[in-house]
């Protein structure tokens, strides 16, 4: 089955900080503090592992706000959103851009748009390195006092957000693949002052690049 439960969170970015090494645990978190309505929200971005030989890539990149669709548009606060196109909701896999692949591309997406996306997605390939080059790519954007958009599940209890990354294409036999689910990615959209957003993404190495409709690794 997918994540129990799948939104976003806008608010406004009041302060972030790394995990130190002795509270990590087995991940390394890049944690947000953001404010909205109901409270301060913690935001923990995974940006690599600590006991596993499982690494994480990551890719910056900059989007129209029409390019993240509804959401772009929402007030502070929390929102589940539906797992399909067009609500606004991420699928590295699938989302027009986000994929970079032309194949992705819906018919309906202008040709500018199509156009703008490929170049961007052309120049963002996956990087991948240590934890505190992770650090280094994402921290950048997160200004104090910017409307961030995060997308993930929300905790169970408390204010916060975490499986912040790619949810899906885990393997079989691995603690995630039951999570596994299209439609229901993680990230990070900080809008900029010109109106676009600074967006950051991060998965795991061991995460298949081609899914089925569950969610679940392909080979191609």
């Known amino acids: 089955m997918p994540l129990d439960d799948y939104g976003v969170l806008s ?12 509270t990590q645990g087995r991940w390394f978190h890049i944690n947000l503090e953001v404010d909205t309505p109901a409270g301060r929200y913690r935001c923990a971005v995974d940006v690599d592992s600590k006991q596993s030989t499982t690494g994480v890539q990551w890719k910056t990149l900059t989007m129209e706000a029409a390019a993240l669709g509804p ?13 399909r196109a067009g609500t606004g909701a991420l699928d590295y896999l699938r989302h027009p851009a986000l994929a970079g692949r032309t194949g992705c591309l819906a018919r309906a997406v202008p040709e500018r748009l ?20 992770a650090a280094e790519a994402f921290e950048p954007i997160l200004v104090p006092g910017r409307t961030v ?10 204010l916060g957000m975490h499986n912040i990354h790619q949810n899906q294409g885990d393997p079989y036999g691995s603690s995630w693949w039951s ?12 809008r ?3 109106g676009q ?9 061991t995460q298949a690049e081609h899914t089925d409709e569950q969610g679940h690794p392909i080979s191609t």
Do not use: C, M
Not at 114 to 133: F, M
């Open 192 to 194: 900029r002052d010109d």
């Open 71 to 83: 959401v772009a548009g929402l007030g502070p606060g929390y929102q589940d959103l539906v797992r």
């Open 11 to 22: 608010g406004t970015l009041q302060h972030h900080f790394r995990d130190q090494p002795d």
């Open 179 to 190: 999570e596994n689910g299209i439609w229901q990615d993680g990230g990070t959209a900080v």
């Open 149 to 158: 958009l995060v997308f993930g599940e929300p905790f169970s209890q408390g």
């Open 114 to 133: 199509r156009e703008a996306v490929e170049r961007v997605n052309a120049s963002r390939p996956w990087a991948s390195g240590s934890n505190l080059d």
């Open 197 to 205: 957003f600074d967006v950051f993404l991060s998965k795991f190495s």
